[in-house]
C-alpha cells in the first residue's frame, strides 16, 4: 500500500476538524478504538481449533508515534493472561501467550512486506526486538493491565511518507488451547490511559471478537488509498451471525457474503472514485432472536494488485457517514 499526499490531506483536514463533534477522534490510542465497538482483540493457544474462530494464533498490530512527540511511551496490555475474566476456557485454562514489542528498522510494513503478517509470509518478526513477555493464568494480571515500556519514539521504524515512528506488537498463542481475550492502549503514561494526540494503531488481519448482544452494531475501518478500484473482503469463522453492511460516504449500504464456522468466504467489491482517500465503515451486526454466543471472527481485505488494506483503530479522515446527496451508481458486487 502506497501512502501519498491523500493521507497528509486527509489527516490536515482531521487535524482542522477536531473540535466538532462527530469527527475523527485524534487519540486513535484504544486498540480496538473507541468507535470500532468491539469488546477484545483475540488470540488463541496454538493447539485450539480454528473452528473458535481465531484462523492463525498471531495478531499482529502497528502503532504510530508522531514526530512531533518527543518524550517516552507505553504500550499497555488489558487483561494478557488467559484466565479468570474475559478469557474463552476450553476445559482448563492452559494458554501461553508471548507479547514482544519490535521497532527499529524491519517493522515499517511499507519496505518489508512480511511484516504485516499476512498468510503464507511467515516471517512476521523483522525489526528489533524491544521487549517480550509471556503470560499463562495469572490472577495479578486478569482483568487489569500490564505496561510495556518506557519507549524512546526513535527506537521506531521511521517511515519518512507517513513522517511517523512504526512499532509492532506481536500476540502469539504459544501453547494451550484457550482464548486469550485482550486489549491494548498507547498511552504517555505507564499507569493510567493518556492518549498521544496524533498517534494511531492498525492491523492487516483484524481477528476480534463481538459482543455478546443482539443489538450491538461493531465497525472495522479500512483505509482506501489512491489507486484502489476495487477490494477483495474475506472474513473468517463468522458463523452466519447476521450480516455485514459496507457502508461510506456515497454508499448507503451493502451487505457481503458472510462465512460460516471455520471457513472463509470472500467477495470483490468495487471502489467508487469518491470513495478513495477516505476511511470504509464494515458493520458488523449481530444476527437478531437467538445469541451466537462468544464470535471471533477474522477480517482481511486487499486491493486489485493484492496488497491489503489497513484497519486503524482511529480511522483516518474519520467515521465516514453515508451523504444522501451525493448520487453514486448502484454497487453490484461481483466475485
Ligand atoms: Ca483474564
Ligand atoms: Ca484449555
Ligand atoms: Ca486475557
Ligand atoms: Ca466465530
Redesign the pocket.
Not at 476456557?89 to 494458554?95: D, L, M, P, S, V
Given at each position: 500500500m502506497r501512502f501519498g499526499k491523500s493521507i497528509f490531506s486527509t489527516l490536515l483536514v482531521t487535524l482542522l476538524f477536531a473540535g466538532s463533534p462527530g469527527q475523527a477522534e485524534l487519540f486513535g490510542q484504544a486498540v480496538p478504538g473507541k468507535d470500532e465497538n468491539i469488546p477484545f482483540l483475540v488470540t488463541f493457544?496454538k493447539e485450539g481449533e480454528t473452528s473458535w474462530g481465531d484462523d492463525d494464533f498471531y495478531e499482529i498490530f502497528f502503532f504510530l508515534i508522531p514526530t512531533d512527540f518527543k518524550q517516552q511511551f507505553y504500550i499497555r496490555v488489558f487483561d494478557p493472561e488467559t484466565g479468570g475474566e474475559n478469557d474463552e476456557?476450553?476445559?482448563?485454562?492452559?494458554?501461553r501467550t508471548m507479547f514482544s514489542v519490535y521497532g527499529g528498522k524491519g517493522v515499517d510494513p511499507d519496505k518489508n512486506e512480511e511484516s504485516k503478517g499476512l498468510m503464507n509470509k511467515p516471517n512476521y518478526k523483522g525489526g528489533t526486538l524491544l521487549a517480550s513477555q509471556t503470560f499463562g493464568r495469572e490472577p495479578r494480571y486478569d482483568n487489569k493491565y500490564y505496561t510495556f515500556g518506557p519507549f524512546n519514539p526513535t527506537s521506531g521504524d521511521f517511515n519518512t511518507k507517513w513522517n511517523q515512528y512504526v512499532f509492532k506488537v506481536v500476540c502469539e498463542g504459544i501453547s494451550?488451547?484457550?482464548g486469550n481475550l485482550y486489549k491494548y492502549f498507547l498511552s504517555r503514561n505507564p499507569s493510567n490511559d493518556v492518549p498521544i494526540e496524533g498517534a494511531n494503531a492498525f492491523t492487516y488481519e483484524y481477528t476480534f471478537r463481538m459482543w455478546n448482544d443482539t443489538k450491538s452494531v461493531s465497525h472495522i475501518y479500512p483505509y482506501v488509498d489512491t489507486g484502489i478500484v476495487w477490494v477483495r473482503q474475506r472474513n473468517f469463522d463468522w458463523d452466519i451471525d447476521g450480516h455485514i453492511l459496507v457502508v461510506s460516504r456515497y454508499r448507503q449500504g451493502v451487505t457481503i457474503p458472510i462465512s460460516n464456522e471455520d471457513h472463509w468466504t470472500e467477495s470483490r467489491l468495487p471502489v467508487e472514485p469518491a470513495e478513495v482517500g477516505a476511511s470504509l465503515d464494515f458493520q458488523f451486526h449481530k444476527k437478531q432472536g437467538e445469541l451466537v454466543k462468544n464470535n471471533n471472527v477474522v477480517v482481511t481485505l486487499e486491493n486489485q494488485r493484492g496488497d491489503a488494506l489497513q484497519f486503524f483503530s482511529s480511522p483516518i479522515g474519520g467515521v465516514p457517514v453515508y451523504q444522501a446527496k451525493i448520487r453514486v451508481t448502484p454497487v453490484n458486487p461481483k466475485k
Open positions: 493457544g476456557i476450553q476445559g482448563e485454562f492452559n494458554t494451550g488451547d484457550d
